[in-house]
């Protein structure tokens, strides 16, 4: 690596801490007086504002992503012996929110230029179990819900959208999350919005669902301790809150960065004929990552380390070839196209720090090397 040439991290999160550094620590020290650490007005103040930011009606704060996923599903009525239609091309959490309620993840493939499920093969995969359609919104950007909803409605079944990678993302103009039953997000680190540790969120249009949602993070108490059903502890911490609700006032400026580093990338990669995110004209993506297909991916991620660019492989072994998975049965050729891009992506430096220079530097070790 050249001396004069510092390392490109893949996500910058110190270089937004230090920018913050006096707000964050303002509102944790609030968080330490107050000596509410779970839950309480911060977490309530937090939620409020996420949901605004989305035009949700409701929110419930909880532990991590995962959990917010599962809650949302289990409230919505998801149990055992139910089918949920899901991608296969996801991070293993979307599953195992499924599995974990005794249900079955069905995975089918997905379209080429998104990433995300493919909606002819969602309505094919429609049985008379099936309960529920989870579309992850895959590096942030927007599945077709205006067809998944119309295969929801007609066929009965619930929509939770796992908003995970999409922080105020928009199809059609309207954000993510709000299209189906509901929507869970991940706060983890390196997310558009990152709290500093775990954190997740369910949002609604439908009290009930968020009531019930907020009933089983806290173990299903009806007062403090009246438990009239089951439930976990998936609270969320007040200190992720209350930074997480420092992040939010900066969150639409970094999606326009997002946005534009997107676009300083495409201008030099597809010209050179490279596979790049191709969002829909009718939606807003929001670059969780910036993902581009290569036909030389271990050459390529060489040439990107040895010049001190971070990379990712987002992700390298789809969810139905997962050993974890193995008991549902798919074998390799099963979801041709998901298969082929699994092995081919690879995520190239993404967050709102990045520079112009950054992204040359990037672009031309890349271009440099990398086979479309
Ligand atoms: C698509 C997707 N779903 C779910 C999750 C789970 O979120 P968490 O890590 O906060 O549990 C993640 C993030 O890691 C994700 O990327």
Not at 154 to 165: G, H, L, M
Not at 220 to 243: C, F, P, S
Not at 298 to 322: D, K, R, V
């Amino acid at each position: 690596m050249n001396a004069a040439s510092p390392r490109i991290p893949i996500v910058n999160v110190e270089a937004q801490h230090q920018k913050l550094r006096p707000e964050i620590l303002r509102a944790l020290r609030d968080v330490f007086d107050s000596r509410a650490y779970v839950q309480g007005p911060h977490v309530q103040v937090f939620e409020t504002a996420f949901a605004s930011e989305h035009g949700a009606a409701h929110a419930a704060g909880c532990s991590n992503g995962t959990a917010a996923l599962s809650l949302a599903l289990e409230a919505a009525g998801v149990g055992p012996g139910d089918e949920v239609i899901t991608t296969s091309y996801t991070f293993v959490a979307t599953a195992e929110s499924i599995l974990h309620l005794g249900a079955t993840p069905v995975f089918v493939d997905i379209e080429p230029g998104t990433y995300n499920m493919d909606p002819r093969l969602v309505r094919q995969a429609v049985t008379q179990r099936t309960k529920a359609i989870v579309p992850v919104h895959l590096y942030g950007t927007p599945c077709a819900m205006d067809e998944l909803r119309e295969i929801a409605n007609e066929n009965d079944v619930v929509i939770v959208e796992d908003c995970a990678q999409a922080h105020l993302a928009k199809f059609e103009g309207q954000a993510v999350g709000t299209f189906g039953r509901a929507g869970s997000f991940s706060f983890y680190p390196g997310k558009n919005l990152g709290a500093c540790g775990d954190a997740g969120m369910v949002v609604s249009e439908d009290e009930n669902t968020i009531s019930r949602v907020k009933k089983l993070l806290d173990h299903g108490r009806e007062t403090k301790y009246l438990h009239d059903i089951v439930g976990y502890n998936r609270r969320m911490d007040a200190m992720q809150a209350a930074i997480l609700g420092v992040k939010l006032r900066y969150l639409e400026e970094w999606t326009s960065r997002r946005r534009e580093n997107a676009e300083a990338y495409d201008s030099r990669l597809k010209p050179a004929g490279f596979q790049v995110i191709e969002p829909p004209d009718n939606t807003e993506p929001v670059y969780h990552l910036y993902v581009v297909q290569v036909d030389n991916r271990e050459e390529t991620t060489e040439a990107l380390a040895s010049n001190g660019i971070g990379f990712g492989i987002h992700y390298p072994t789809p969810l139905h070839l997962q050993p974890s998975m193995s008991e549902l049965g798919y074998k390799a050729g099963s979801l041709p196209v998901t298969e082929a891009v699994a092995g081919r992506i690879l995520s190239l430096p993404m967050c709102a720090e990045l520079s112009q220079g950054q992204i040359d530097r990037v672009c031309d070790v890349f271009v440099g090397v990398a086979r479309p």
